[in-house]
C-alpha cells in the first residue's frame, strides 16, 4: 500500500502531499486539482510498468490522445521539472521510491531515480549510473538522462542469471507499486456494444468510462464462476428488480444485458437504468481488484439514488479494508455528493481519518490537507454544505417568479 505520496509540477499539484488510508475520501470543488492527482498516479504506474517516457516511434510519452508532458507540466512551463516520490506501508523517514523527469535537448527523460532495497538505496543521476553484469561478459550502464524508468529498461535482462541479482530490486519495485487506475464511468459507454479483438495476442482492457467491462463480465462467467455470481448478486441486492445479468452476442459484438422480473426476454443494458450499469461496472472492478492495485474512484455516487449511497460506501469501505471477503485494495474516491458529506457529519468519527481536502489556488496550485478530528470534519462540511445551499438559493426563489 501507498502511504504518502508527494508531485511536483505535475498539472495543477505545484507542490502536493498527501497521506494515503486504505480508502481515501477526496472533497473539493471541480478544478481544485482531484483528478490531477489520480492522474499522477496512473502516469507513475504506467511509467514503472512498461511505458517508456520517450516512445521509439513518436518520441513522447502519451497519456491520452493528443496529451503528452508539455501538456501535464505545471502551468505549461517544460522547464520545470516533473517530481514523483512515494512512501510505502514499510517506510519510516524517507521515500522508498523517488522519479525525476525533466525535458531536455531529445525531449522528456528521466534524470534522476531512487530505489530503496532494505537497508540501501539504489541513486542513479547525471553522476551515477545504474550497473549491472550481464551473461555476455559485458557490464550495461544505465545514465541520465534516461528514456525510461529503470523498471523498464532492465526488462530485456529479467532472464539473465547473471543479471538477475543484480537488477532484482528494480523488478520488486514494479511489484510493489502495482498498478493505479482512474475510472469515471459513463452508463453510455458501459451499455455500448463491443467487437472482441480479432488480432492474435491482443489483450483487451476496460477503459476509464467502463467501455469494455461486457466482455471482461462475459469471460469472468465462464473462467471464474464464483466471482461473476459475487458481482451478480451484488447488483441483485442494490436493485432487486434485477434477477441476473446476462448477455447479447450477436455480428456486432457483446452487449450487456439483465434478466428482470419485467420482462420475460433479457433486457439490453441502453434499456436499464444509470444506476444499475453504473453499479455493475463498479462491482466488477471492486470484486476483481487485487492487494497491488490503487484504484481511483470519480464520483462513484452518479448515477444512485441518495437512499442507496449509504450501501455504496460502506461496499467501498468494506472492500478497502478487506471486510467483504476478498483481499483489501487500496481505493481513491472523489466525491461531490452532499448526501454523503450529511452523513458523514452526522457520524464524523467514523470517516474524519479518511478525509481529505483538495483546495486550489493561483500562484500555490492544488493543496491537499487532512483533518485533525472530527470536530474540524463537522465544520468543514457543514461549510460546504451551506456554500451549496447558498448557491442554489437564488435559483430556486426566482422559480416561483412570472
Not at 459507454?189 to 495476442?201: H, M, Q, T, Y
Not at 472492478?285 to 492495485?293: G, H, Q, V
Not at 472523489?334 to 474524519?352: C, G, I
Request: aromatic content about 10%; some cysteine.
Amino acid at each position: 500500500m501507498i502511504r504518502k505520496f508527494e508531485v511536483e509540477n505535475f498539472m495543477s499539484l505545484r507542490e502536493a502531499s498527501v497521506d494515503l488510508r486504505p480508502l481515501t475520501v477526496f472533497i473539493g470543488p471541480n478544478g481544485s486539482g482531484k483528478s490531477a492527482l489520480f492522474k499522477a498516479l496512473v502516469i507513475l504506474s504506467r511509467l514503472l510498468n512498461g511505458a517508456p517516457v520517450r516512445a521509439l516511434r513518436t518520441g513522447e510519452f502519451v497519456m491520452e490522445a493528443g496529451v503528452t508532458f508539455d501538456d501535464m507540466v505545471y502551468g505549461g512551463n517544460s522547464g520545470l521539472p516533473i517530481k514523483f516520490r512515494v512512501w510505502f506501508d514499510d517506510d519510516k523517514g524517507e521515500p522508498g521510491y523517488i522519479l525525476e523527469l525533466r525535458k531536455g535537448f531529445e525531449g522528456w527523460s528521466v534524470t534522476r531515480e531512487r530505489i530503496r532495497h532494505g537497508e540501501t538505496w539504489i541513486d542513479v543521476d547525471e553522476d551515477h549510473a545504474f550497473q549491472h553484469p550481464t551473461e555476455r561478459g559485458t557490464p550495461r550502464a544505465h545514465t541520465p538522462p534516461m528514456r525510461a524508468s529503470l523498471t523498464y529498461l532492465v526488462q530485456p535482462f529479467v532472464n539473465d542469471s547473471v543479471a538477475r541479482p543484480v537488477i532484482d530490486p528494480v523488478i520488486q519495485l514494479t511489484k510493489r507499486f502495482g498498478f493505479a487506475y482512474r475510472y469515471r464511468a459513463s452508463a453510455s459507454d458501459i451499455a455500448s456494444v463491443l467487437s472482441r479483438p480479432s488480432e492474435p495476442g491482443h489483450t483487451f482492457y476496460v477503459a476509464e468510462n467502463g467501455r469494455g467491462v461486457a466482455v471482461e463480465l462475459q469471460d469472468l462467467q465462464g473462467s471464474n464462476r464464483e466471482v461473476f455470481q459475487a458481482i451478480e448478486m451484488a447488483v441483485c441486492h442494490l436493485f432487486p428488480h434485477i434477477k441476473a445479468i446476462g448477455f447479447r452476442t450477436d455480428w456486432r459484438g457483446v452487449r450487456l444485458s439483465y434478466r428482470t422480473d419485467r420482462s420475460e426476454d433479457l433486457i439490453p443494458a441502453p434499456q436499464e437504468s444509470d444506476g444499475v450499469l453504473l453499479a455493475t461496472f463498479l462491482f466488477w472492478r471492486l470484486y476483481t481488484a487485487n492487494p497491488s492495485m490503487k484504484v481511483c474512484l470519480e464520483e462513484p455516487e452518479n448515477g444512485l439514488h441518495p437512499f442507496l449511497l449509504a450501501e455504496r460506501f460502506q461496499a467501498l469501505k468494506n472492500f478497502a479494508y478487506g471486510k467483504a471477503g476478498f483481499p483489501g485494495v487500496q481505493l481513491l474516491v472523489a466525491t461531490h455528493s452532499p448526501e454523503f458529506l450529511r452523513a458523514v457529519k452526522a457520524h464524523p468519527q467514523a470517516l474524519w481519518n479518511e478525509i481529505r481536502l483538495v483546495e486550489f489556488a493561483p500562484g500555490a496550485g492544488t493543496s491537499i490537507t487532512g483533518l485533525k478530528n472530527y470536530s474540524e470534519a463537522t465544520h468543514l462540511i457543514e461549510e460546504y454544505l451551506t456554500q451549496v445551499q447558498e448557491t442554489w438559493k437564488p435559483i430556486i426563489d426566482g422559480w416561483g417568479e412570472s
